[in-house]
């Protein structure tokens, strides 16, 4: 199938656009702009776009079981009400102001996934962690020595989890125990040449394939499950920073960018929300069951 140009559905100069997520409930796409503290929601039905200011950084969301959404904030897991109400849930590192959340995901039990970076993304490596929120929101540290914790995803029979560390260009795979939630037997799948981007977020199609935003390299590269490369979408927006299927049959991949530190004469699209439709389908998304 021949690659479509990619179409720019929001345009909007997104800081850090990221976490698309797919919400079936309401046939919208959430995303958000984690230190424009921004939660953004997309219906694809009638074109608009609409923004809650969060007043916090947020590096992902997902939608709640229990109504609204949880965030992965710069202090730690929120919950946002339907009503606009916002509460700490529990901190994450909470007294670190030099750290903050930042990607995240929901696995098939309807735990939230999240994890930490520094502010300061040329400073010392390794201080952050990734956690997990468990439905009785318990905070797990699942994997420590993480530097800028990124895209998380699983295979489509939950044996493997797929995890991005972005500053050591690779994107790595566990073994997954899905009725414990936990992880081992890290390796490295992917390595990702810096001449690309940075590998950042990411999702796992229904076949199992795995799509990965390069940040700084403009373009969603694919990968089979072995990690062999198969197809590279480029795109006219350097800072591409994830991607998450949605539309009514999960057709379209919905594709965040970043405007930081990028003029907009240089880029006057960037941080702008685009998608296009591969040819393939997305795997149904997780609610936090919490
Ligand atoms: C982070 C950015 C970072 C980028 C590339 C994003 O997930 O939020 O701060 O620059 O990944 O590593
Ligand atoms: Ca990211």
């Known amino acids: 199938m021949k690659p479509e140009v990619p179409e720019l559905v929001v345009k909007m100069r997104a800081e850090v656009g ?13 995303w958000v702009d984690i230190t424009g503290s921004a939660i953004h929601r997309y219906d694809p039905a009638t074109g608009q776009n609409t ?23 710069e202090d730690g897991f929120r919950g946002l009400d339907l009503d606009g109400t916002q509460s700490l849930l529990v901190g994450v590192e909470h007294d670190n102001t030099a750290m903050r959340m930042n ?35 318990q905070v797990v540290q699942m994997v420590e020595g993480v530097s800028i914790s990124n895209g998380i995803d699983w295979s489509p029979d939950d044996c493997l989890m797929y995890f991005i560390d972005s500053r050591s260009q ?25 001449a690309i981007g940075l590998p950042d977020g990411m999702t796992v199609d229904a076949q199992g394939d795995l799509w990965v935003a390069m940040w700084g390299g403009a373009r ?17 927006v350097s800072q591409t920073s994830s991607c998450g299927f949605g539309g009514s049959g999960l057709e379209d991949l919905y594709v965040t960018t970043a405007a930081r530190g990028i003029s907009e004469a240089a880029e006057p699209d960037a941080g702008s929300l685009y998608r296009f439709t591969p040819g393939v389908t997305g ?3 997780n609610e936090f069951a919490g």
């Open 103 to 137: 990607d995240g995901k929901c696995d098939r039990r309807g735990r939230f996934w999240a994890g930490t970076m520094a502010y300061d993304e040329a400073g010392p490596s390794g201080l952050g962690s990734l956690y997990r929120l468990d439905p009785d929101l």
């Open 51 to 73: 923004t809650i200011q969060t007043g916090v950084h947020v590096g992902a969301v997902a939608v709640r079981a229990s109504g609204g959404l949880v965030l992965a904030a």
């Open 18 to 30: 990221e976490g698309p997520i797919w919400d079936p409930k309401t046939q919208t796409l959430v």
């Open 170 to 194: 690779t994107v790595d795979v566990f073994d997954f125990d899905l009725d414990t939630g936990s992880v081992q037997n890290r390796r490295t799948l992917i390595e990702v040449d810096a």
């Open 220 to 236: 969603i590269a694919c990968y089979a499950p072995d990690g062999t490369p198969r197809e590279v979408f480029r795109f006219p």
């Open 283 to 285: 795997q149904m998304p």
